[in-house]
């Protein structure tokens, strides 16, 4: 069930900004079950997900297991925190959403390490950064491929893609509202910074060779991330960057997303 717990909530069911947004994960995962592809990592929600290749027990392998997590972040579906609540939501592991706590508070309690959010915390430490935390809830929740360093790899590889997207479109922020439109209409000309980073996420599609997924046949943690950048960036709330831009130019990142 779900419960509130110091301003947070104890998410088994949906959290709020996933009650209206899963669908196109959940297609993902019918699209995988359907051809028969789904990998042997994607064990959602079993103690096998969080298993290592060299643990001698499933009783020792689930002493592993986090007791207590909370994520720390606005009440915005932001995919820097949604990747994380998302891939914890989908492999059943439970977690506190905390949305209401501000960042002078938590810098105050000494739980941001690098001064920014989103942040976890697993059992009384902190993890910050959007990869490190999305490679550990993938972890958990079977949505990592740990038992492949190459994939697992490859997975980092898109998350910080979408960082690097986010870093480019967020060094337009503090301009003037003309010249924030005109520097935005250059990131995504032909030859733009935009275009470039997007294609990069473009190009692991379409080399994975399964489409749909960014890497491997199934549903990672990298699949979320990108499908919630793309909604904010196909969101229209970005002046300069049309609603259709991403869905125009990048054919393989659109049918991820659809």
């Known amino acids: ?69 909370t994520v720390y972040y606005g009440d915005l579906p932001f995919w820097r925190a949604e990747c994380v609540r998302m891939s914890l939501f989908i492999g059943g592991v439970a977690f506190e959403d905390k949305r209401d706590q501000k960042r002078d508070e938590l810098k105050a309690e000494g739980k941001l390490a690098f001064g920014a959010t989103p942040v976890m915390e697993v059992d009384g430490k902190m993890l910050s950064q959007t990869q490190a935390m999305a490679a550990f809830a993938g972890r958990l929740s079977g949505l990592y491929p740990g038992d492949d360093a190459w994939l697992a790899a490859k997975v980092d590889e898109a998350i910080n893609g979408c960082t690097d997207i986010t870093t480019t479109i967020g060094g337009t922020m503090r301009l003037p509202a003309d010249d924030k439109v005109k520097a935005r209409e250059a990131l995504i000309a032909p030859e733009g910074r935009l275009t470039m980073h997007l294609g990069g996420l473009e190009r692991l599609i379409s080399e994975n060779g399964h489409p749909g997924f960014v890497v491997g046949s199934s549903i990672t943690v990298a699949d979320l991330a990108i499908w919630r950048l793309v909604g904010w960036v196909s969101s229209g709330v970005i002046d300069g960057i049309p609603m259709d831009y991403v869905a125009k130019t990048f054919p393989q990142i659109e049918g991820l997303c659809e």
């Open 1 to 69: 069930g779900t419960g509130a717990r110091g301003g947070g909530a104890l998410v088994q069911p949906l959290s709020r900004s996933l009650a209206g947004s899963l669908a196109p994960p959940q297609r993902m995962w019918q699209r995988q079950q359907q051809q028969g592809t789904r990998s042997t990592w994607a064990a959602v929600g079993s103690v096998a997900a969080f298993c290592t290749a060299g643990s001698s027990s499933a009783a020792a392998c689930k002493e592993k297991r986090p007791k207590i997590i």
